[in-house]
């Protein structure tokens, strides 16, 4: 068993006084480094969207977390978040970001948001992640991070579907809990296979 940790968006943006500030964001962040030396890979994603995305409220001249369609499905508009070359785009100070073995950078398509980290949310361009982790005979994977309702939820929902051992560590994830959205992905994930502890 080739067991991988998969850290999701623990950027200064979804932490306390971030653009998208997820509650208690960064009070996972010790424990996560604490767990790194136990898996044979660490990979770490990270929102990384250019100036004027499409799934930015500003850049639709609506509200925040309205919800659209776009082409590719329903769409919540978020805050500006995670904009290439600012602070809030970078890892939170306290992550070890030098024990990742791979950075996945997601949402870099100003025309499509990718929540997950294995496909953009068109559930079909890949970002190349699933190609690592067959390379590497990686066939577990622990997932931890920012917001469990959002990216986490979508990465552990395609990692069982793609066939992956999949555990949920929800001690060391924060969630948005946008109108019931964490009891609905809690659901979504036990529903797929994926272990939540």
Same mark, same amino acid.
Request: aromatic fraction near 12%.
């Given at each position: 068993m080739n067991h991988a940790l998969l850290v999701i968006d623990v950027q200064n943006d979804f932490c306390p006084n971030g653009?998208?500030?997820v509650t208690d964001?960064?009070?996972i962040v010790k424990g996560i480094n604490a767990i790194m030396p136990e898996f044979n890979a660490v990979i770490m994603t990270q929102d990384w969207h250019p100036r004027g995305h !499409?799934?930015?409220a500003?850049?639709?001249d609506a509200d925040p977390m309205t919800v659209i369609q776009m082409p590719y499905g329903a769409?919540?508009?978020w805050p500006d978040h995670c904009i290439i070359g600012t602070s809030g785009a970078d890892f939170h100070q306290e992550l070890n970001v030098n024990n990742a073995n791979m950075i996945i950078r997601k949402g870099y398509n100003s025309k499509i948001d990718s929540y997950s980290a294995f496909?953009?949310?068109d559930r079909q361009t890949p970002t190349g992640l699933m190609g690592y982790l067959q !390379?590497?005979?990686?066939?577990t994977l622990t997932l931890v991070g920012l917001a469990t309702?959002?990216?986490v939820n979508y990465s552990a929902l395609d990692a069982a579907k793609l066939g992956f051992d999949v555990t949920v560590r929800m001690e060391m994830c924060r969630a948005i809990d946008f109108n019931g959205s964490l009891a609905v992905a809690v659901n979504e994930m036990k529903s797929a296979g994926v272990r939540i502890t």
């Open positions: 653009a998208l500030a964001g960064d009070q !499409s799934s930015f500003t850049s639709n769409q919540v508009l496909f953009e949310n !390379s590497r005979g990686i066939d309702d959002f990216c």
